[in-house]
Each structure stands twice: as structure tokens, then as C-alpha cells.
């Protein structure tokens, strides 16, 4: 009996392995794997080590000066509006100083110009970005090419420790699906699922095409954007010739937008 | 020995039947949560984890405190313990099941959560952290049930099992050490960036699972012939004692520290949690209940006189137990995310149907911790005869 037991279970090993044999030795006589898909960079794509942006927030004097480029950014992203402030989505949006350099810098006996100016403010796509650090499945991620912070909408499994992560609070969770509450899609731009953190992008698909950030575009000048290692650009002009803060330095993260006040 | 989990009284079969019940109540709720997303809970933007994520941390500590029996009984070779470490194990076993689950409850994508396999991340502590949690459940799983089944033989155990032992009690240690290193090394949440705030974990942790514990043993010495041993429970008594001063002592720190260097982004926290912060304040009662809570518990616990008196014992360790979680799980997590980074105030309070996901997934904690326990209580009874 044991014998014989013995007897059937080697062949059925045999049989397995003589079933398994052909696609093994196929994939080993095959020829070298076709070399992956490349992905190319467009001629007029804009390109730089570490991209910045600089807010001359002395030209915005009212919600009437800010609203265009939300809305620029909103549109072009599929970003919902919900009335309900627990599902709020936002990448880039206004508040006051006070908010906006909390724990940065003097916001005392504030000028009273300064105080109602509105300070846009959007993820600062940091140089050394904790939410990076924190994100267990590299769903964020900092491009080595051009410094943005990224997010891989399809691979981030919604723990939201990059929200906890983010000492800017620029972080926005898809706590409902999005997709009815964003009025006009745009076909070009991925709308996302419920279950999933976004956040601004600075427009890496626009670069990609060589245009600029649809805020800096809808700004008239108002924010500029540029290559923060590159001694000739823009912005790097505007920090040299300009006292700019930028939001919560002590923290060591290297926020790459700057604000002039 | 599986089947000495189904052989039961008729109130065993009752309490089953009502963990199933509860259980399955959270689990409707949850395919609801599925469906619609976590917009259900009462979590938001600037309070992005809530009620899931502090039942969470609360019970890793839980999950570490088992050690406190483990290590007096393979360290120092302290007999007595002999006869509860199989509890602590299995204790350590159902807490780290319901922590597994309030995870996988908290979620935005959960068919996604294998990328953190697929995309091993050491730089994050998440990573780490979903190593260390199952790491610790296969240890005592493994432990515990080959321990029991040679107990049950009435052989030694296995020799190859000494290693993963000893391996197991500063795992313990890395479990809750690591939970913490979730919260204390994000910069810009002063009430979490911390250096204490992990051996603050340890000592709640050594108290809420060790007072678990005992309550878990005098309700065996009730429902069951087989008895843990009242110089065992007064042991674990002691434990407890300590590690409650430990962690109040700890906390006291942490206010002395953010007081008195004045420094807003540590005070304001602590502000919003006791006293209220510009006039929002809906954890005030809670935090004090914890504060009361845990200094009735000391007192209870550190005099003799109530510490011996089974009783006053009770109330000692429900006070201790429920103190740590308030402070634990409420407090931490929502005191971490309020006020927001940009100095906003946004209060978390939990939903009915995230509050009932909670019951449900504690429920199944409490069906596994209970069939464990039906099985080493049995081997007890039956060795004992």
C-alpha cells in the first residue's frame, strides 16, 4: 500500500514537472527580452534640476486677484468642490498670513495691507519632502529630473501618513469619489477615484509640453517659475534682488516656493 | 487541539454568538465604507486619521504589554508566571489581529495594500511597521501554540523554540517603538516630535495590557476550573502599579516641557486637549476623565491595601485600562492633527457607522482572543486532571 502510494505520488511529480518543462525551456531558448518602451522627453519641454516658484504677493490685493488662478488649477486638474468641508479637495488656495507663516516668521501688529492681502499657498514641492520619506509604497516620489513631488495616483493604497507627514497641509484625501462633483472633466489630465491623496502637481504635464504652470500662466506676471540652480533664470534673479520668506524654513525641508513680501 | 475550541457550555456558545453578531454588524457597516469611501467617518483634511488608527496605537501597546509576563518567566526564570505566560501570548496574539484589522479598515484602497510588499520602502516607518506587527503575530503564534500543545503532551518543548522566545521579547519592545516612530519623527506636529514619545507608549503600553490581563484572569478564575493563580495576579499587579506611575510621570514631562519653554507649537496642543483652544475644546472632558482615571488607578494600585483586595483591584485596572485609552487613543491622534499646520482649527469627532466599525472589528478581536483562551484554558483543565 505505502509502496504503491509512494509509486502514484512520483508520477504525478514526474507528469507536473514534464507539464511544466516546455514553457520553462521556452522562456530560456527565447531571444533577449525586447528592449521596454522608452519614454522620450518632448523637444519643447521645459526642464530644470529643481523647479521653484516665486509669489509676488504684493500684487495681490484681493480674493478677486487670487480666484482666476485657484480655478485655473482647479479646472485643468478635475478637482471636485464639495460644499461639505470634511471632503474638501484643494491644491492651491488662499489664506492670511497669520495661516500661512504660522511658526515662520513675526505675524504681530501686522501692517494693516499685508494683513488682508490674500497668500496663495500650494505644496512646496520641498527638497528634502517628509511626505517622500513617510509614503510606504513610493506612491510620492521626488523626481530626480526636475525636483517636483509626485504623486502615482494608482499605486497609493490611501494611509494618508504623507498627510500627517506634510507640515504644510497641502495634502488633500478622495474620502468620497470625486468624479461627480467635478463640473467639467478634462479628458487631458486623470480624474482620480475615491480612496486616494492628491495634491498640486506644478503642472508637470503642462512642462511636459513646454508650458508653464496654469497658475503662473492665469497670474499676468503675479508668480513666476523657474529653474531654482539655474544662476540666469527668473526666479533666481527675483531671490537676489528681492527679500523673499518662505513658509516654515526652521523645519529643514527646503520648500522651493518663495514669497515676497 | 483546535476542537477544544468548539466544545462548550451554552453560555460560551452565547458570548460566540454575540461577537459574531457584533462582528458582523461591523463588517456591513464596513462593505457600506467600501462602497462610499472614508468620507462616512468623521475624518477630514486636517484630521486625517481618527478613531481606527488611535484603537490602533492603543492596542499595539496592548499587544507589547504580554511581554510583561513573558520576560519574568524566560529571563528571570519566574516559576510562577508559568502558568499565565500562554495568556499574555495569546493576548499579544488577538491584539495584534485587531490592530492588522483597524489598519486594513483605515485604508483608502485596501485591494492595494500589497504594494507595501510589492514596493518594499525602508525609509518608510510604515514599512517597518507592517513588518514588526506580523512579525510579532507569527512569534506568537508560533510560541504559544507549540508551547501549549507540548504542555498538553506533557513533554518539553520543542528546543528550536528557545530562540524565537527570546527573539520575541525585545520584539515586543520594537513593536510599540516603531508605532511611535509613526508619529514622532514627522516635523511640524510639535505635539508628536517627541523623543519620549515611545518609551511614553512602552510604559501605557505596560500598564492598559498587563490590567487587561489580570481582568481577563479573574473573569478565567470565574467562568472556569482552571485558576491563574492569585500570587500571579498580584505579581502583574505590581507591574501595572509601576508602569501607571511610569506613564503619568512621562506626561508630566511633556507639560513641563511645553510650559515651560513657552514654545506655541508645543503648548497649543496640550491647550486644545485640556483646556480648550479659541474656544474649541471637545476633548476637554475626555482628557481630564483620563487624568482622573489614571491617578484613581494609582492610588488603587500602589497601596497594599486595595491592590490585595480583588475589588478594589477591579476597579484599579478598569480605571488604568480605560485611562490609558482615553489618553492613548483619543487624545494622541487628535491632539497631534489640531491645531492644523497652518494653525486652523478643525475638530475631529467621530461618526455613529466608524464608531460601529470599531465595535465590529473589536469584536473580532475579542471572538479570537476568546476561542484562544477557550483552547488554553482546556489544556489547563485537562493537565490539570
Redesign the interface.
Known amino acids: 500500500m505505502d509502496t504503491s502510494r509512494r509509486r502514484v505520488l512520483q508520477l504525478l511529480g514526474l507528469s507536473a514537472a514534464a507539464l511544466s518543462a516546455p514553457p520553462v525551456l521556452d522562456a530560456l531558448a527565447a531571444g533577449p527580452p525586447a528592449a521596454e518602451p522608452k519614454i522620450g522627453t518632448a523637444k519643447e519641454a521645459l526642464t530644470a534640476r529643481q523647479w521653484a516658484m516665486v509669489i509676488d504677493t504684493r500684487q495681490f490685493k484681493s480674493e478677486a486677484d487670487v480666484a482666476p488662478l485657484v480655478e485655473a488649477c482647479h479646472k485643468i486638474h478635475n478637482v471636485p468642490k464639495f460644499d461639505f468641508k470634511r471632503w474638501e479637495i484643494k491644491w492651491l488656495w488662499s489664506t492670511h498670513y497669520e495661516q500661512a507663516f504660522s511658526g515662520t516668521t513675526s505675524t504681530r501688529f501686522l501692517s494693516e495691507e499685508v494683513a488682508h492681502r490674500p497668500f496663495l499657498v500650494l505644496c512646496n514641492h520641498c527638497e528634502n519632502p517628509p511626505c517622500v520619506r513617510a509614503c510606504p509604497t513610493k506612491a510620492t516620489f521626488k523626481r530626480e529630473s526636475d525636483g517636483i513631488v509626485m504623486m502615482d495616483f494608482h499605486r497609493c493604497i490611501g494611509c494618508r501618513f504623507c498627510m500627517a507627514a506634510c507640515p504644510f497641509g497641502a495634502r488633500s484625501f478622495n474620502y468620497r469619489d470625486p468624479r461627480p462633483f467635478v463640473k467639467e472633466t478634462n479628458q487631458l489630465f486623470p480624474t482620480r477615484m475615491k480612496g486616494v491623496v492628491e495634491k498640486c502637481n506644478f503642472c508637470n504635464e503642462r512642462l511636459a509640453e513646454g508650458k508653464l504652470p496654469a497658475c503662473v500662466e492665469a497670474s499676468e506676471g503675479k508668480l513666476k517659475f523657474g529653474d531654482l540652480f539655474d544662476e540666469q533664470s527668473e526666479v533666481r534673479e527675483l531671490i537676489k534682488t528681492n527679500y523673499t520668506i518662505r513658509r516654515k524654513v526652521n523645519l529643514g525641508t527646503e520648500p522651493a516656493v518663495y514669497y515676497i513680501v | 487541539m483546535l476542537e477544544l475550541a468548539i466544545k462548550g457550555s451554552k453560555r460560551y456558545y452565547g458570548w460566540i454568538a454575540l461577537l459574531l453578531g457584533l462582528a458582523g454588524v461591523g463588517f456591513l457597516v464596513y462593505l457600506k465604507q467600501l462602497d462610499?469611501?472614508?468620507?462616512i467617518?468623521?475624518?477630514?483634511?486636517?484630521v486625517?486619521?481618527g478613531f481606527y488608527i488611535a484603537n490602533f496605537t492603543f492596542l499595539v501597546g496592548v499587544a507589547a504589554g504580554g511581554v510583561m509576563v513573558v520576560l519574568p518567566y524566560y529571563l528571570h526564570d519566574y516559576k510562577a508566571y508559568g502558568k499565565v505566560t500562554i495568556l499574555g501570548e495569546f493576548l499579544a496574539i488577538a491584539s495584534v489581529v485587531m490592530c492588522i484589522t483597524f489598519?486594513l479598515v483605515?485604508?483608502?484602497?485596501?485591494m492595494?495594500?500589497m504594494?507595501?510588499l510589492?514596493?518594499p520602502?525602508p525609509?518608510?516607518?510604515?514599512?517597518w511597521d507592517?513588518v514588526v506587527l506580523n512579525g510579532y503575530l507569527f512569534l506568537n503564534l508560533i510560541i504559544g501554540w507549540n508551547v501549549l500543545e507540548a504542555e498538553r503532551q506533557g513533554v518539553h518543548y520543542q528546543s528550536w523554540l528557545k530562540p524565537l522566545i527570546y527573539i520575541s521579547i525585545p520584539w515586543a519592545v520594537s513593536i510599540h517603538t516603531v508605532t511611535a516612530f509613526?508619529?514622532c519623527g514627522?516635523?511640524?506636529?510639535g505635539f508628536w516630535l517627541t523623543a519620549i514619545l515611545a518609551p511614553r507608549f512602552l510604559s501605557s503600553a505596560f500598564a492598559s495590557g498587563p490590567a487587561l490581563l489580570i481582568l481577563l484572569c479573574l473573569i478565567i478564575r470565574r467562568v472556569s476550573n482552571f485558576d491563574p493563580g492569585w500570587k500571579q495576579i498580584q505579581s502583574l499587579a505590581v507591574t501595572v502599579a509601576y508602569a501607571i506611575c511610569i506613564n503619568v510621570f512621562f506626561l508630566l514631562c511633556e507639560v513641563f516641557v511645553a510650559f515651560y519653554s513657552q514654545i506655541?507649537?508645543h503648548m497649543d496642543h496640550l491647550k486644545y486637549l485640556f483646556v480648550g483652544l479659541h474656544g474649541h475644546g471637545a476633548y476637554v472632558p475626555w482628557m481630564w476623565a483620563s487624568m482622573t482615571l489614571m491617578v484613581i488607578g494609582i492610588i488603587l494600585l500602589v497601596n497594599p491595601v486595595t491592590r490585595k483586595n480583588e475589588l478594589t483591584l477591579i476597579v484599579g485596572c478598569i480605571c488604568v485600562f480605560f485611562g490609558c485609552w482615553i489618553d492613548k487613543g483619543m487624545g494622541m491622534i487628535s491632539g497631534?492633527?489640531v491645531p492644523?499646520?497652518?494653525?486652523?482649527i478643525?475638530e475631529y469627532i467621530p461618526t455613529l457607522l466608524e464608531g460601529l466599525i470599531t465595535i465590529g472589528v473589536y469584536a473580532l478581536g475579542f471572538l479570537v482572543l476568546t476561542l484562544l483562551f477557550k483552547i488554553a484554558v482546556s489544556v489547563k483543565e485537562e493537565v490539570r486532571v
Open positions: 462610499f469611501g472614508l468620507g467617518t468623521g475624518m477630514n483634511r486636517d486625517s486619521w489598519i483605515d485604508l483608502g484602497q485596501p492595494r495594500v504594494n507595501v510589492l514596493y520602502t525609509n518608510s516607518v510604515l514599512f507592517t509613526l508619529y514627522l516635523p511640524g506636529r506655541p507649537e497631534g492633527f492644523n499646520p497652518l494653525h486652523e478643525n
